[in-house]
């Protein structure tokens, strides 16, 4: 171990450079300037059509504890990279700021704010690394399972990664996130106790090793449960494992809930159909398929295209590691920011990469829903004093990358995304039940028009910038290409005059002065 301080506080679960970033505010004056920050990511995960919003209550718990302990104080004097009247202020430091976020399983699209942070520069900078962590890796789950859910339809949805996952966090957190996205159940104990998710689980090959042989390896777990799933493919699926698994069910009756069988390995299409036969003509018609292994999506499609007789799925690997696609871009960027004057002044990063350019200002998201058939017909981002709920000529949207693809909405309802969830420091937001909010995930889905729903080339949901907002963007291109102009202007006239005066002495010598 070769550990020196306790590990005591999540302060210090940032990037270097956001201290850094705030000593030179600190000492240079400016850390109680007000400011906002917004997160938003640009592609959708897993070519998806939406993404599903998690993490939410993660970050209040964070937020809500967040300060610097003893031994984080004592660990960045030892560093030797931060002056000591910083690092006390630090000491006393406490979030004040205030943040604003859907709810949590909202479906969310790319290129709109899916968090906001207003508060001190101080404040809302330090935050960002553990914001992006926690939501990128959330929300992609979250998504990756909604994938899931839509490909089985009703069926069973276990979530069985634990193994597999990046360390503890990811299986615990992603977890969450799976069962927030339509996973029913975890073989993840410890996400059962602190999250309330139901957990379920059958047995492993270890069982029937142990054993050596299914009947008793069966014979001995329905000595010591109820409910039963037997694991049959550990030697032969259909000659020893089925066979064994039917025997024992006879043999105890009613002493045990005989739920199914589970197939591990093989052609799952093949073998679910012999499986289903043979425990129908042993009469047991309501004994459940269970099939894991290395399942996703797209596995899971095609075996319910060839007519595999699956009734649960077990997945692992391929959801919580969101396999196809290992992280959520999301990025955290500075819009608005308080000037000398004491005005709030909007802020844009230039990229030569059209799709970087961010979206100054501070901004708020409304869905639009037709009143008419209660489906979503995008999102509107708009400045903050923008309300966009009663135009009495209807919502002209446009696609800020194509003017040209317009429409004016008329009988609608607007509904603001962004709520607030911690003001000036205090958490405001009624954390439901987790229940609630897996069911919050699925009505909200359900409001959008199945052709964004699809897992293979979805329609794109429209996300439009109100025209206030797109031309204060076009704004502040303008006038970061007259700044960029007027630097690099003087810039080339210092640096001739740089050259005319370092070049004096660096003269070809001539033919005269090498006969001297
Ligand atoms: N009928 C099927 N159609 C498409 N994919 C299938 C079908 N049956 C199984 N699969 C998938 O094919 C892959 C088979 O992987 P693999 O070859 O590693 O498994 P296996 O050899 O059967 O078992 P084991 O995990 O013990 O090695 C898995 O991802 C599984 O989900
Ligand atoms: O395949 P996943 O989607 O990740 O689901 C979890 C896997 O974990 C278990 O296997 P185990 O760890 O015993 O190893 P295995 O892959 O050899 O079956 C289980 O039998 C699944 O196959
Ligand atoms: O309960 C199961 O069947 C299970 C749990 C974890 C991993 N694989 C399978």
Redesign the pocket.
């Known amino acids: 171990m070769t550990q020196q301080l306790p590990d005591d506080s999540l302060a210090l679960h940032t990037d270097a450079y956001e201290l850094s970033m705030m000593q030179t505010y600190f000492k240079e004056g400016v850390y109680q300037r007000h400011a906002v920050f917004e997160m938003y990511f640009r592609k959708l995960p897993f070519k998806n059509g939406y993404a599903v919003f998690a993490g939410l209550e993660r970050i209040l718990h964070y937020l809500e504890n967040l300060h610097f302990s003893a031994s984080d104080i004592d660990y960045l004097r030892s560093t030797g990279k931060f002056d000591n009247d910083f690092i006390d202020y630090l000491a006393n430091w406490r979030f004040k700021g205030t943040v604003r976020a859907p709810r949590e399983g909202e479906p969310v699209f790319n290129n709109e704010p899916i968090l906001q942070v207003e508060g001190t520069v101080f404040d809302a900078q330090l935050v960002e690394t553990p914001l992006l962590n926690i939501i990128n890796y959330q929300t992609l789950i979250a998504t990756k399972a909604s994938r899931m859910r839509m490909v089985v339809g009703d069926q069973g949805l276990l979530e069985?990664?634990t193994?597999?996952a990046q360390e503890l966090d990811a299986a615990l957190w992603g977890t969450r996130a799976a069962y927030i996205g339509g996973f029913d159940a975890t073989s993840n104990v410890r996400a059962g106790k602190l999250f309330g998710i139901p957990i379920s689980g059958t047995h492993?090959?270890s069982l029937v090793q142990i054993y050596r042989s299914d009947y008793e390896a069966f014979k001995a777990y329905a000595q010591t449960h109820h409910d039963c799933v037997f694991l049959v493919d550990t030697y032969d699926t259909l000659r020893s494992g089925v066979p064994s698994a039917i025997e024992v069910a006879r043999e105890f009756g009613d002493q045990i809930n005989f739920q199914g069988v589970r197939i591990?390995s093989g052609d799952m299409a093949y073998l679910s159909k012999g499986v289903r036969k043979m425990l129908d003509a042993a009469g047991f018609p309501d004994a459940k398929i269970y099939a894991?292994?290395?399942?996703d999506e797209e596995t899971i499609t095609s075996l319910k295209q060839q007519g595999a007789k699956i009734d649960v799925w077990?997945?692992?690997?391929?959801l919580i590691t969101a396999y196809d696609q290992p992280a959520l871009g999301g990025v955290y960027k500075v819009v608005s920011i308080e000037n000398d004057q004491g005005e709030m002044t909007d802020t844009i990063k230039i990229s030569s990469s059209a799709e970087k350019i961010s979206t100054p200002g501070k901004k708020q998201v409304w869905r639009i829903t037709s009143n008419e058939d209660g489906k979503s017909q995008g999102d509107y981002v708009a400045l903050w004093d923008e309300d966009p709920r009663n135009y009495p000529d209807g919502l002209y949207m446009f696609n800020p990358d194509y003017p040209y693809l317009n429409k004016t909405i008329h009988n609608y309802t607007a509904r603001p995304i962004l709520q607030d969830v911690v003001v000036d420091g205090e958490v405001v937001y009624h954390s439901p039940a987790l229940s609630e909010v897996k069911a919050y995930a699925k009505e909200r889905l359900s409001a959008l028009w199945a052709e964004y729903r699809r897992n293979l080339n979805p329609q794109v949901y429209p996300v439009d910038l109100s025209n206030k907002a797109w031309q204060n963007k076009m704004n502040l291109i303008d006038e970061v290409r007259d700044y960029v102009k007027v630097v690099s202007d003087a810039y080339a006239v210092e640096d001739a005059a740089y050259q005319a005066e370092h070049s004096q002495g660096d003269e070809p010598t001539t033919g005269e002065d090498n006969a001297q």
């Not at 894991?292 to 399942?295: I, M, R």
């Not at 077990?314 to 391929?318: A, E, F």
């Open positions: 069985f990664g193994r597999r492993a090959h591990d894991s292994n290395d399942l077990g997945v692992g690997t391929k």
